[in-house]
C-alpha cells in the first residue's frame, strides 16, 4: 500500500525564488548538462526541494517531473532531462534548468529525497534533518 503524497511542481520564480538567490548563475565543477543534483530547504510551513540540471549551453533544455513517490523510507522523484530538438530556436545564453517540488512541512514523509532519471538510476540523494 502506498502513501499518498501532497506536493506541488513549481517553476523558480513561482515557488518565490530568483537565480540570484540559488547561486544558479555561477558554474561549478561537476556542472554537465546531463548531471542533475538536489538541494532541500526546510522551514516550519514547507520543505522546498530543488531539482537542477547541469549549466546547459543554450536555452531550450528543461527538467520534466514525471512522478514523485514514497519508495520505501525515501521520497523518490523522477524526472526527465528534455533538450532543444536540432533546429529549435532557442536563446544563445548559459542555462540551468530547475524545479522546486514543494511538500507541507508537517506532512514530509521521509528522511531522504532522491532523484532518480526514468530507468530508475538515482543521480544525487539527500537527508532531511526533520
Same mark, same amino acid.
Given at each position: 500500500?502506498?502513501?499518498?503524497?501532497?506536493?506541488?511542481?513549481?517553476?523558480?520564480?513561482?515557488?518565490?525564488y530568483?537565480?540570484?538567490?540559488?547561486?544558479?548563475?555561477?558554474p561549478?565543477? =561537476?556542472?554537465?548538462p546531463?548531471?542533475v543534483?538536489?538541494a +532541500?530547504l526546510?522551514?516550519?510551513a514547507?520543505? /522546498?526541494? !530543488?531539482?537542477? *540540471?547541469?549549466?546547459c549551453p543554450?536555452?531550450?533544455?528543461?527538467?520534466d517531473?514525471?512522478?514523485v513517490?514514497?519508495?520505501?523510507?525515501e521520497v523518490?522523484?523522477?524526472v526527465?532531462?528534455i533538450?532543444?530538438?536540432?533546429? =529549435?530556436?532557442?536563446?544563445m545564453?548559459?542555462?540551468r534548468p +530547475?524545479?522546486?517540488?514543494?511538500?507541507?512541512? /508537517?506532512? !514530509?514523509?521521509? *528522511?531522504?529525497?532522491?532523484v532518480?532519471?526514468?530507468d530508475?538510476c538515482v543521480?544525487?540523494?539527500e537527508k532531511?534533518?526533520l
Amino acid at each position: 500500500m502506498s502513501e499518498e503524497l501532497t506536493f506541488s511542481v513549481l517553476s523558480l520564480d513561482r515557488a518565490g525564488y530568483s537565480a540570484d538567490q540559488m547561486n544558479l548563475n555561477r558554474p561549478s565543477e =561537476d556542472d554537465e548538462p546531463d548531471g542533475v543534483s538536489l538541494a +532541500v530547504l526546510k522551514t516550519a510551513a514547507r520543505v /522546498d526541494v !530543488f531539482v537542477f *540540471r547541469g549549466m546547459c549551453p543554450t536555452g531550450g533544455y528543461a527538467i520534466d517531473v514525471q512522478e514523485v513517490s514514497l519508495c520505501e523510507s525515501e521520497v523518490c522523484i523522477t524526472v526527465e532531462l528534455i533538450d532543444p530538438a536540432p533546429g =529549435d530556436v532557442v536563446t544563445m545564453m548559459m542555462t540551468r534548468p +530547475v524545479k522546486v517540488v514543494r511538500f507541507p512541512g /508537517d506532512t !514530509f514523509p521521509a *528522511r531522504y529525497v532522491s532523484v532518480r532519471d526514468p530507468d530508475g538510476c538515482v543521480h544525487d540523494r539527500e537527508k532531511i534533518n526533520l
